[in-house]
């Protein structure tokens, strides 16, 4: 039996509740969480490397094809400091590109660019299932972008292994993501 839209929203408002006390605490530990957050970019780096590689778009090519282009976004002090994969990314020469919220619009920055022109899409959360659903702060923002990506786009979320968890109250519309990579590992693979 489905759960009705009071009792899903009343699990979600629960979950939210339990994992905000649980980033506030790997957040007081500034240097724990950065160790931390090093293995999360350690193992995104060979999630999104690999994926990248999948799609033999490359880096500036001389035959014309773009450079590839990945979207981060700005952490919380309780969300994995993506710092060391915002590095390799440089190092790899992908563009990388942050989200901007205006309203109920989340548009990619510096320059607007299309969400369908993304090859990669990180995605913060409060919570993930292993099966690559996920629970955010409660305004839609990324389900409603993820929705206008390509299909060749890997939507990958990363968080704190507290922050796995088995069973994750989900709606028709939360989009579900390719891969969830903490900082035990990755929870799925594309």
């Known amino acids: 039996m489905a759960p009705t839209t009071g009792s899903l929203d009343d699990a979600k408002r629960a979950l939210r509740s339990r994992m905000l006390a649980v980033t506030r605490v790997i957040g007081s ?6 160790e931390r957050s090093r293995r999360v970019c350690g193992g995104l780096v060979e999630v999104v490397a690999a994926h990248l590689e999948r799609l033999a778009i490359g880096g500036p090519a001389a035959d014309g094809r773009r450079e590839q282009r990945v979207m981060v976004f700005e952490p ?3 969300e994995p400091d993506l710092t060391w994969f915002v590095d390799w990314c ?9 989200p901007e919220v ?4 989340m548009w990619v920055v510096p320059g607007r660019v299309p969400p369908a022109t993304l090859d990669v899409v990180v995605v913060p959360g ?18 409603r972008f993820l929705v206008g990506v390509g299909p060749h786009c890997l939507r990958v979320g990363v968080g704190f292994s507290e922050q796995l968890v088995a069973d994750m109250p989900t709606a028709a519309h939360d989009v579900r993501l390719d891969a969830v990579i903490t900082d035990a590992g990755a929870a799925s693979r594309p």
């Open 29 to 34: 530990d500034p240097a724990r969480r950065g």
């Open 76 to 78: 919380f002090r309780t």
């Open 90 to 98: 440089g190092e790899q020469h992908v563009q990388v590109f942050v």
């Open 102 to 105: 205006d309203g109920d619009v």
């Open 126 to 143: 409060l919570a993930f299932s292993p099966d690559g659903h996920r629970l955010g702060r409660g305004r839609g923002h990324y389900d």
